[in-house]
T-cell receptor, first 113, second 116 residues
């Protein structure tokens, strides 16, 4: 499998649930990103991991908890979310210090009831 | 700070029409500029990019020229197809000093619908 993959593609959860989003990149990149895409708002950068170290947390509430166990995998752990957290969550990766191009996965469509 | 402004959509065209989607930016430093496209139900795909002034990015018949004097990166295509219907995002990256990663700043996106 090539590129950036995300699972699940769709997720419906209640406000008291705990779930995780998974991202895997097969491109040999060393930086990974989480973005949030809400209706009628520009894409928002949430977290950046470079060389498996979190280097950016863009004022994201603590109910979102990222994890990067290795350079190929990135998780976003979710707990006690709010309905306004419903959005498309996109993962991206890039090879830093060589190119500025980020490659995106297909996203996880999250609905919080 | 950095920002990207795109023309508001939606844009509706007939097949084979000429397309222009305007994009202007403000940035501290020297950005790289991108156009990404998002087809229905999918993630973002890089369409084209330009890394310095006067560079022209091109792909699949789309073109955009990095204009530093007007801080613009307008997307054009001479003859659109129904399959070009998607959301188009203009974006920029400015590397902060000392960092090894880039932070993309996106415009709000422009919905393009092409009718047969």
């Amino acid at each position: 499998e090539t590129g950036v993959t995300q699972t699940p593609r769709h997720l419906v959860m209640g406000m008291t649930n705990k779930k995780s989003l998974k991202c895997e990149q097969h491109l040999g990149h060393n930086a990974m990103y989480w973005y949030k895409q809400s209706a009628k708002k520009p894409l928002e950068l949430m977290f950046v991991y470079s060389l498996e170290e979190r280097v950016e947390n863009n004022s994201v509430p603590s109910r979102f908890s990222p994890e990067c166990p290795n350079s190929s995998h990135l998780f976003l752990h979710l707990h006690t979310l709010q309905p306004e957290d419903s959005a498309l969550y996109l993962c991206a990766s890039s090879q830093e210090e060589r190119t500025d191009t980020q490659y995106f996965g297909p996203g996880t469509r999250l609905t919080v009831l | 700070g950095n920002s990207v402004t795109q023309m508001e959509g939606p844009v509706t065209l007939s097949e084979e029409a000429f397309l222009t989607i305007n994009c202007t930016y403000t940035a501290t430093g020297y950005p790289s500029l991108f156009w990404y496209v998002q087809y229905p139900g999918e993630g973002l795909q890089l369409l084209l990019k330009a890394t310095k002034a006067d560079d022209k990015g091109s792909n699949k018949g789309f073109e955009a020229t990095y204009r530093k004097e007007t801080t613009s990166f307008h997307l054009e295509k001479g003859s659109v197809q129904v399959s070009d219907s998607a959301v188009y995002f203009c974006a920029l990256i400015v590397r902060a000093g000392g960092t090894s990663y880039g932070k993309l700043t996106f415009g709000q996106g422009t919905i393009l619908t092409v009718h047969p």
